[in-house]
């Protein structure tokens, strides 16, 4: 047993101290008019008597243990390895096209992420949009209120005309400077577009997957009502992620929740903590103020 307050222990002298003179000390006498007579001494009960006048000091010696802190190592809990992802979100004005009923292709990429997050807490979150250019509009945090909130901002219609074409090999490479900023955890890069990209021709696809692949950085490709280029399978095959096409909403919150099953969270054992460890002093303290009561009762020296 391991204590908050060892040295509260030292307080332990005081109830031996007091029980060694309830048992020694006679107090004062008083003769009774049988005292001269024939009686038994009595010296079993005397004995018990003297037994239960040591609960007192017994129960102070449990609050000095109560008061000390008791505590003990908790068995290792599994914790959760942390996923990291940034969801690199194409916000070219072709984005803006219907998708489904009436969503746009923007609205229900979206939707679909803050789903995503919802049903993979305790993850870390980043947001990118990219047209020619990159913004991050958030890092990489456990805090996803900004990505929630940002749905209203980002239509492709409300950007200025730099976001207006795509530049996927851009887009990724600076996530991955992001992504290596972090120190702990999986990395994940999940790919939202509906173009191609000129960036990703002349071997630079094989390039950037390989440069994400040894950042240990898993890419999944999602394509919004058009065709997967070979580009970008190279990508997602280099750094073991996968290509996915989505024909309407329902198609691609299913994608990712099939992204969700492929990148499964992982678990690994704590280091044991430290718990509070009261029960069997607790108990004890009880069963002796149960049996101090009972003794006051009766069984316990008169007070003259």
Known sequence: MIFTRPWLLLLLAVPVVLGYLSWVLKGHPLLLPFDHGKQKKGR??????????????????????????PRQLA??????VLTNTIF???VSGSMGSVFGSQESRYDSAMKAINEFIEYRQGDAFGLTIFGNEVLHWTPVTKDTAAIALATPF??????????????????????????????EGDRMIILVTDGMSSDLYGGRDYDIGQQLKDDKIVVYVIVVGDQIRNEMDTIASITHGDTFQAGDPLALKAIFRHIDAMQKSRFKKGAPS????FGLIALTGLALLGAQVLALFGLRYTPW
């Open 274 to 277: 430290l718990m509070d460890d």
């Open 88 to 90: 690199c979100l194409d």
């Open 154 to 183: 980002l239509q492709p219609g409300k950007l200025p005309y730099w976001f207006g074409g795509t530049s996927i090999g851009k887009a990724l490479l600076a996530c991955r400077d992001k992504m290596i900023q972090t120190e």
């Open 44 to 69: 079993f009960l005397r004995i018990c008597i003297n037994i239960l006048n040591l609960l007192p000091a017994l129960l102070l010696a449990v609050a000095i243990v109560f008061w000390a802190g």
């Open 75 to 80: 068995p290792p809990k599994e914790e959760r």
